[in-house]
Nanobody, 125 residues
Framework: QVQLVESGGGLVQAGGSLRLACAAS????????MGWFRQIPGKEREFVAA????????VYADSVKGRFTISRDNNKNTVYLQMNSLKPEDTGVYYC??????????????????WGQGTQVTVSS
């Protein structure tokens, strides 16, 4: 069992920055690949970024590449999403997720076993 709690969401103007954090507890965090997804009402959950269990491999959605950075601190059981140059289309509920099976970053919702409750990010134009 892994419990995930996101924080750091909020309201920001276009061009601004936010840093999301996801604190994990329970099962060994350092063996899990971690991902960030986002969702707006009426749409499917969308992949944003993912990181391998040791942090050596990362993958990003094309829409955020060069603006967002995913990182992790296994000593603090926390994964981060630094979001720069935010756009109104980045608005949504952001979820972190843990893959306890492979340790490799995945773009697929179905690859993840545990999810947080989400944190709202709103980017105004």
């Amino acid at each position: 069992q892994v419990q995930l709690v996101e924080s750091g969401g909020g309201l920001v103007q276009a061009g601004g920055s936010l840093r999301l954090a996801c604190a994990a507890s329970g099962r060994t965090f350092s063996s899990c690949a971690m991902g960030w997804f986002r969702q707006i009402p009426g749409k499917e959950r969308e992949f944003v970024a993912a990181i391998s269990w040791r942090g050596r491999s990362t993958v990003y959605a094309d829409s955020v590449k060069g603006r967002f950075t995913i990182s992790r601190d296994n000593n603090k059981n926390t994964v981060y999403l630094q979001m720069n140059s935010l756009k109104p289309e980045d608005t949504g509920v952001y979820y972190c997720a843990a893959d306890v099976t492979t340790g490799a970053p995945s773009r697929m919702v179905g690859a993840y076993d545990y999810w947080g409750q989400g944190t709202q990010v709103t980017v105004s134009s």
